[in-house]
């Protein structure tokens, strides 16, 4: 059974910084691909950032280039996002995923996804 486990949300007002991390395990995971996605109240989710392991090439959203930055462990196993310049629009529950094949910026590429972590943002 293969899971994903995020850690590191948590209160933060607005300009601050917050560091998630995603961890994975399971006899049978492997990915070519994990990303980070939130869920704001009454909104879809949305994907974030996201990083290709056989590149190192990286995904950012619009709303979060320049501020948050995707990083991944040497095991491919573990990912972390760099939250900074924070606004309180970045509220919301984040979720860790993992996927293969197809492109890193479609949701139902994604097939291991964690439980969330939530992010408030207070201005």
């Known amino acids: 059974q293969v899971t994903l486990v995020e850690s590191g949300g948590g209160l933060v007002q607005a300009g601050g910084s917050l560091r998630l991390s995603c961890a994975a395990s399971?006899?049978?995971?492997?990915?070519?691909?994990m990303g980070w996605f939130r869920q704001a109240p009454g909104k879809e989710r949305e994907i974030v950032a996201a990083?290709?392991?056989?590149?190192?090439?990286?995904y950012y959203s619009d709303f979060v280039k320049g501020r948050f930055t995707i990083s991944g462990g040497n095991a491919k196993n573990t990912v972390y996002l760099q939250l900074n310049s924070l606004k309180p629009e970045d509220t919301a529950v984040y979720y860790c995923?993992?996927?293969?094949?197809?492109?890193?910026?479609?949701?139902?590429?994604?097939?291991?996804w964690g439980q969330g972590t939530q992010v408030t943002v207070s201005s």
């Open positions: 990083i290709m392991w056989s590149t190192g090439v990286s």
């Open positions: 995923a993992a996927g293969s094949r197809g492109a890193m910026t479609g949701p139902s590429n994604y097939h291991y």
């Open positions: 399971g006899r049978a995971f492997s990915s070519d691909f």
